[in-house]
């Protein structure tokens, strides 16, 4: 099977080429990882003229859920969804939820289920507006990159600021459930496995290694990300890619 952009700009090769629209929570937001690989196209790739258009939002979810230590009601989605989908138009939708969806509490079935019917509803409407659709599994979340406290599975609540100490594992059921299928998408690219791999890589050669505050990835784990896009995306060749720690 042809990786989903080459598919588009084979079908698209006598009019405009195609746009990606990119959705997602903070990690999105910040953009790094899409402007990586938007430069490694531009250099490499300059006939295919895709365009990649970074929309994430800080906080955001897709399952609509707040722990009651957030500074404010998590953002969601589908509040932007319809917006979002009429002004870019887009051929393909790639969109990363679940880091925010958990909000960072031990693993509950109800939260779960709120996280995988707002994931529905998201694969649903971009597909009625006529884009593909790409999810991401939610990147990990690294303890031992948190400045912030770990609680214990019985404490009394937790957030982003005091999460579970365990919520990695939490964040492993997310990303197994889209990648069983369990949501109707064109294509599910796993960050999840090669970011753990980063992580034991540059933790075996630096044992104070971070990986950005635990949360939020650090450069490297951005160029990790835009890596995998490439590859799973665009089939690009890995030994054409730079090296991750490159500033």
């Not at 979340?141 to 609540?157: H, Q």
């Not at 999460?163 to 990303?175: C, G, I, K, Q, T």
Request: glycine fraction near 6%; include cysteine; hydrophobic fraction near 35%.
């Amino acid at each position: 099977m042809l990786p989903l952009f080459t598919t588009k700009i084979m079908e698209n090769h006598n009019s405009e080429q195609p746009h990606a629209l990119f959705l997602g929570d903070s990690i999105t937001a910040d953009g790094q990882y899409i402007r990586l690989a938007g430069e490694w196209l531009k250099k490499h790739r300059p006939q295919s003229g895709v365009r990649l258009t970074a929309r994430g939002v800080p906080s955001e979810t897709a399952s609509g859920l707040s722990e009651a230590a957030h500074p404010f009601p998590r953002p969601c989605i589908h509040e932007r969804l319809t917006r979002e989908l009429a002004e870019a138009s887009p051929d393909v939708v790639v969109a990363c939820y679940g880091m925010n969806d958990g909000i960072y509490h031990p693993f509950v079935a109800d939260r779960f289920a709120a996280y995988q019917d707002g994931m529905r509803r998201l694969s649903a409407q971009i597909h009625e507006a006529g884009a593909k659709v790409v999810l991401l599994t939610p990147p990990p979340f690294d303890a031992l990159s948190m400045n912030g406290p770990l609680l214990p599975a019985e404490a009394d609540d937790f957030s982003y600021l005091a999460p579970y100490r365990d919520y990695n594992r939490v964040l492993e059921h997310y990303a197994d459930w889209l990648l069983s299928g369990g949501c109707p998408a064109d294509q599910v690219i796993d960050l999840r496995t090669p970011l753990l791999d980063h992580i034991r890589q540059e933790r075996s050669i630096n044992t104070a290694y971070r990986y950005g505050d635990g949360i939020h990835p650090d450069v490297s784990g951005h160029r990790v990300i835009a890596h995998t896009l490439l590859q799973e995306l665009f089939g690009t060749e890995p030994e054409l890619w730079p090296d991750v720690r490159q500033e």
